[in-house]
């Protein structure tokens, strides 16, 4: 029997990740990450998917969440490393 038969991970889209590895891959610190998506810029904030996973809330950027995320900072003036349309 597969625990993870029924994980809810396996619905998201492909090229999905952790917000961790998104921000870890992209250069933002973690910290200005959350900032950016608990309280935003301007009013404006960076959407990402939460899922629950035995039991814990993990944070996860689908590939369209990844490419706002990114314009997001383009709009803002945030300094970050882009990620190549093979990565997303």
């Given at each position: ?44 904030r ?26 997001f ?8 490393r ?7």
């Amino acid at each position: 029997m597969n625990p993870y038969r029924d994980s809810p991970l396996r619905s998201l889209p492909t090229g999905t990740m952790s917000l961790v590895r998104f921000a870890s891959l992209t250069g933002v610190p973690l910290s200005r990450m959350v900032k950016h998506v608990v309280h935003g810029v301007d009013g404006e904030r960076i959407e990402i998917t939460k899922v629950i996973c035995q039991c814990r809330l993990c944070r996860y950027v689908t590939p369209e969440q990844q490419k706002a995320a990114m314009a997001f900072w383009d709009r803002h003036g945030v300094s970050y490393r882009r990620l190549k349309e093979a990565a997303l």
